[in-house]
């Protein structure tokens, strides 16, 4: 029986406004090689000045993280050589970086928690970005990239398969955009993972040979990714084949990783310290003040929201996962004071329309005002479910308010007693052997048939009559 341990290391873009390192802008989808500073150009003589906001950023993460906070932290050089990379080296931090040990703690599928170590996370610059076959065989360099501000998070290996993968990734991205440090987007590089992985016989200590995947951007790829190499590094080692520490790469149209070059080792980029930047060094009140600054993190939200308004964890989890999702949440729960009925709205049927349209709450078609009147309106009586959906989905494409939708398409739930009345013995007039077989069955059967005068009330009134009224007036007629 195999055993995977997998590690992950997050690259996190900061949301700051000019690079880590110059004052160059940082403007996704800008025309090529149109941000860039003398300094991103490795001109001899141009000396970098550190970003005050991105340190200010990686520091907010280290404290939502419980994380040691490097009080002097260091900028080291690690060397390669890529096209992109005009220095010839990246700046990072490898020996004292501004973040040290810290975790985060995780929900499962199940239910059951699981705490992942973070062994670090420290700040860096991004390179640039290799274009290919722009003209033949042709590659075009584009530095709009390079000095981007990067927090580079280094999980523990504690991770032991692809659902505890994703829902680590998750964490990550809920956090970093709750700090407001970073918007997360995948599809933008905003975040950006790779996964180290290895496999072991159940029970051993000893790590197996690790493999590292690179620059998956999605968290779908990253359960596919690990499903796929955990398969062929099995593969290997089962047909008696041995493994090599290599970096590979996931080609997500193939579902298969391939390999891109051997994996490299500290020794093997030269680290040194940077001789261009001073350390930074973080005092008490500055730290202070960066701790007075943190917003209500998820897991606290998660336990006020189980707490105040009564959610299971599942909706809680849901609901929190996002701060934009749950301050929509809590905006609707106030207007109609309605907090289950609120979240069951919210993921079923908002959540549902948008993961259809492929949109974030952010572009949600709906407002929280419109949709807790439409709660609100379910609440009195005015609506039933079923027309409050037809409500919804009006409001979703007009601009109009719910009361508005209601008058117009004459939506309103007719609760009236005397006219319900009229409706029910209609009903009973029209159908009288439907009648004589309900009263002569035994219970079992009559609650089966009890759905057909239902379904012939709702039917004749459009869908507007009230329900519990119908059932009530129903039982009464039929067991008269």
Not at 313 to 334: K, M, P, S, V
Request: charged content about 25%; glycine content about 8%.
């Amino acid at each position: 029986m195999w055993e995977t341990v997998i590690g992950l290391e997050v690259h996190v873009q900061l949301a700051t406004r000019s690079k880590i390192l110059s004052p160059a802008a940082t403007t996704f989808g800008a025309e090529p090689n149109s941000q860039v500073d003398l300094g991103d150009l490795a001109l001899p003589g141009v000396l970098p000045v550190v970003n005050r906001e991105a340190v200010n950023m990686a520091l907010r993460f280290g404290l939502a993280i419980n994380a040691d906070i490097g009080r002097t932290s260091v900028f080291d050089r690690k060397h390669y050589f890529y096209p992109d990379l005009p220095h010839g080296y990246q700046t990072s931090q490898m020996y004292l970086p501004i973040v040290g040990k810290g975790q985060v703690d995780i929900l499962l599928k199940d239910g059951s928690t699981k705490r992942i170590g973070v062994t670090r996370a420290h700040l860096e610059e991004d390179a640039g970005k290799s274009v290919h076959n722009l003209s033949g065989n042709m590659t075009g360099i584009d530095l709009n990239r390079a000095g981007m501000p990067l927090l580079e998070i280094v999980s523990e290996p504690d991770i032991r398969n692809a659902e505890e993968a994703v829902a680590y990734l998750h964490k990550i991205h809920s956090l970093v955009r709750y700090l407001g440090v970073s918007d997360g987007d995948m599809s933008q590089g905003s975040m950006r993972c790779d996964v180290n992985i290895s496999i072991r016989k159940q029970g051993t200590e000893k790590f197996g040979t690790r493999v590292e995947l690179k620059n998956i951007n999605s968290f779908r790829f990253v359960e596919k990714a690990i499903h796929c190499e955990v398969g062929r590094q099995i593969d290997v080692l089962e047909d008696g084949g041995s493994l090599v520490q290599e970096t590979r790469l996931y080609d997500a149209e193939k579902n298969e990783t391939r390999s891109m070059r051997s994996k490299e080792v500290a020794t093997d980029y030269r680290y040194f310290p940077c001789p261009d930047l001073l350390p930074i060094v973080v005092n008490d009140e500055h730290l202070a003040s960066i701790q007075h600054s943190l917003p209500e993190l998820p897991d606290a939200k998660f336990a006020r929201f189980v707490s105040e308004y009564q959610l299971g964890d599942y909706d809680a989890g849901i609901l929190t996962g996002d701060r934009a999702l749950a301050d929509f949440y809590e905006a609707t729960a106030h207007v109609c004071d309605e907090p289950k009925l609120a979240a069951n709205w919210i993921i079923s049927e908002l959540l549902g329309l948008l993961n259809r349209e492929e949109k974030t709450i952010d572009s949600s078609p709906i407002d929280p005002e419109r949709l807790g009147t439409i709660i609100l309106r379910i609440k009195d009586g005015t609506l039933s479910s079923k027309t409050a959906k037809q409500v919804f989905e009006a409001c979703c494409t007009s601009s109009d308010t719910p009361d508005a939708i209601i008058d117009k398409q004459g939506l309103k739930q007719v609760s009236d007693s005397g006219a319900l009345e009229k409706l029910v013995d209609q009903i009973i007039a029209d159908n009288p052997e439907q009648v004589e077989n309900y009263r002569t069955a035994d219970d079992h059967k009559r609650k089966k048939m009890f759905g057909f005068f239902v379904g012939q009330a709702m039917k004749l009134s459009g869908g507007r009559a009230n329900p519990q009224e119908i059932n009530r007036l129903l039982t009464q007629k039929l067991n008269g």
